[in-house]
């Protein structure tokens, strides 16, 4: 573990299971015991024994916070009964204006998958929404060969629909439904 890096309750009852110091594991991640131990008091857990025959109880609310981060130097060092916490995310309650307002800090591996989710969905929907300038390029590009009538039955509101998009994006309905078929033909072969 690198000096300095968060680690979980979990983390932290494991390596002390496996005989690991509270000091070590302090200095391990560039803490010092006593904050250790009010980070454990502070989310719900009740101190038994000192030093390193010192176990902890969980007495908490709701269930253990096993996959929590350590949290240091934040909040008032209470738990408030009336300011909930979620796995991971500090809530400090402020007044303002005979009101409670809830402020959030997130942790860096928080804000790390905030910036993924939003990555993935402007790809997700830069995929699934081709521009427009590219259809018109692939209208373009359909190759000029004799033309054959079919009649179709679709249902009334596919119809509707193919009529809207035609005016909106001012294209020929029989190039729309020639390159759609294009696509679905080549998507199922």
Same mark, same amino acid.
Do not use: C
């Given at each position: 573990?690198?000096? =300095?890096?968060?680690?979980?309750?979990?983390?932290?009852?494991?390596?002390?299971?496996? =005989?690991?110091?509270?000091?070590?594991?302090?200095?391990?991640?560039? #803490?010092?015991?006593?904050?250790?131990?009010? /980070?454990?008091?502070?989310?719900?857990?009740?101190?038994?024994?000192?030093?390193?025959?010192?176990?902890?109880?969980?007495? $908490?609310?709701?269930?253990?916070?096993?996959?929590?981060?350590? &949290?240091?130097?934040?909040? /008032?060092?209470?738990? /408030?009964?009336?300011?909930?916490?979620? #796995?991971?995310?500090?809530?400090?309650?402020?007044? /303002?204006?005979?009101?409670?307002?809830?402020?959030?800090?997130?942790?860096?591996?928080?804000?790390?998958?905030?910036?993924?989710?939003?990555?993935?969905?402007?790809?997700?929907?830069?995929?699934?929404?081709?521009?427009?300038?590219? &259809?018109?390029?692939?209208?373009? $590009?359909?190759?000029?060969? #004799?033309?054959?009538?079919?009649?179709?039955?679709?249902?009334?509101?596919?119809?509707?629909? &193919?009529?809207?998009?035609?005016?909106?994006?001012?294209?020929?309905?029989?190039?729309?439904?020639?390159?759609? &078929?294009?696509?679905?033909?080549?998507?199922?072969?």
């Amino acid at each position: 573990m690198n000096k =300095g890096e968060m680690i979980t309750y979990g983390d932290y009852f494991k390596r002390r299971s496996e =005989g690991e110091t509270v000091k070590n594991i302090a200095e391990s991640i560039g #803490s010092n015991t006593k904050a250790l131990n009010r /980070s454990l008091e502070r989310v719900g857990y009740v101190s038994e024994g000192t030093g390193n025959d010192q176990k902890w109880i969980w007495k $908490g609310e709701g269930a253990e916070p096993l996959e929590r981060e350590f &949290l240091f130097g934040r909040g /008032s060092g209470g738990n /408030s009964s009336n300011v909930k916490r979620d #796995s991971h995310t500090e809530v400090k309650p402020v007044k /303002s204006d005979d009101s409670l307002v809830l402020h959030t800090v997130f942790t860096q591996l928080e804000i790390a998958a905030l910036k993924e989710m939003i990555g993935n969905h402007t790809r997700a929907k830069e995929e699934a929404a081709p521009e427009i300038g590219g &259809l018109y390029d692939r209208i373009r $590009g359909i190759e000029p060969e #004799s033309k054959v009538r079919k009649t179709i039955v679709i249902n009334e509101s596919i119809g509707k629909a &193919l009529d809207r998009f035609a005016d909106e994006k001012r294209v020929n309905k029989s190039d729309v439904i020639h390159l759609a &078929l294009l696509d679905f033909i080549k998507k199922h072969t």
